[in-house]
């Protein structure tokens, strides 16, 4: 469920050009690339609203899903150019799946089948299967059963501890880095709950008064969900649009050099003066 360090691996695979077609008078859009042992790069495309930033992105991600290739290039024009065969990518919506249950997993949820081409719900299993393991009542938790096995992941739901919406469990030193940073950056305290339809996370801050993961702010929820996922799938290419919206400037520095960090090739949408 969780890739491996991203040193162990190769990374020969990154984007180099996105053409449009001829008819836009924009040719081609040109991405940083990273060179080895350097951290990530991360291109930003600005300009106006209604100039049509997220309707590239959206483009690059059809071309990047081999199912959609084909008929995105014949049928519109456009074309993708690499240095090889992009491994794995990524692009986290806001207020869709991802940012709403990205810190919720039920009982049901977790019964599902669920496919590494499912990235909102296979992302959610990574984050949870990720916190668990990091509890003292999953020892012996398995990553493997707990990729594939629904009916474990549902033991585990249950052996974190009784359904008490009072009671929270926090993460310590055992807890993976994406939870210090976010820890960090939110000025609180992660830790989980488990509720009457399966685990909540919590976020603990000032006197003590903790909230669950659906009172959270936009900006947390966000904050969170990019840690984690770019922590734990270290996609090659990460892709996410006005990644700005509800988070205070210094957060977004301190999220750009996460991305460089965690990712070898970002690209990213604004018209923010902060990021740009």
């Known amino acids: 469920m969780v890739a491996g360090p991203q040193e162990a691996r190769t990374f020969a695979n990154m984007i180099q050009s996105l053409t449009m077609p001829a008819t836009t008078g924009i040719n081609p859009i040109l991405f940083a690339e990273p060179k080895a042992g350097s951290e990530g790069t991360v291109t930003i495309l600005c300009g106006p609203n209604g100039s049509g930033k997220s309707f590239i992105l959206k483009t690059l991600i059809n071309l990047l899903n081999e199912k959609d290739a084909a008929m995105t290039t014949l049928s519109q024009g456009w074309s993708l150019k690499r240095s090889a065969g992009v491994a794995s990518h990524y692009r986290p919506r806001h207020h869709v799946t991802a940012m709403r249950s990205a810190g919720v997993l039920t009982r049901a949820r977790a019964g599902?089948?669920?496919k590494s081409s499912q990235p909102e719900k296979y992302s959610q299993l990574a984050i949870f299967g990720a916190l668990l393991?990091?509890?003292?009542?999953?020892?012996?938790?398995?990553?493997?059963?707990?990729?594939?096995?629904?009916?474990?992941?549902?033991?585990?739901?249950?052996?974190?501890?009784?359904?008490?919406?009072?009671?929270?469990?926090?993460?310590?030193?055992?807890?993976?880095?994406?939870?210090?940073?976010?820890?960090?950056?939110?000025?609180?305290?992660?830790?989980?709950?488990?509720?009457?339809?399966?685990?909540?996370?919590?976020?603990?801050?000032?006197?003590?008064?903790?909230?669950?993961?659906?009172n959270w702010s936009d900006g947390q929820k966000s904050l969170f969900t990019i840690f984690a996922i770019t922590e734990l799938l270290k996609p090659e290419v990460f892709v996410f649009d006005e990644i700005e919206n509800f988070l205070h400037p210094a957060l977004v520095s301190g999220l750009v050099s996460h991305l460089k960090k965690n990712c070898r090739q970002t690209v990213l949408s604004s018209h923010h003066p902060h990021l740009v």
Do not use: M
């Not at 398995?142 to 501890?161: F, H, L, M």
């Not at 989980?192 to 903790?210: F, I, M, P």
């Open 112 to 114: 599902y089948v669920v």
């Open 133 to 214: 393991a990091a509890l003292p009542q999953c020892r012996g938790f398995d990553p493997v059963k707990w990729e594939t096995d629904p009916a474990y992941r549902q033991s585990q739901i249950d052996n974190v501890g009784p359904q008490d919406e009072e009671l929270g469990y926090w993460f310590g030193t055992q807890a993976p880095p994406f939870v210090s940073a976010f820890n960090k950056a939110a000025q609180g305290r992660l830790g989980v709950r488990h509720n009457k339809d399966g685990l909540e996370l919590l976020l603990s801050q000032g006197e003590g008064a903790s909230a669950p993961f659906p």
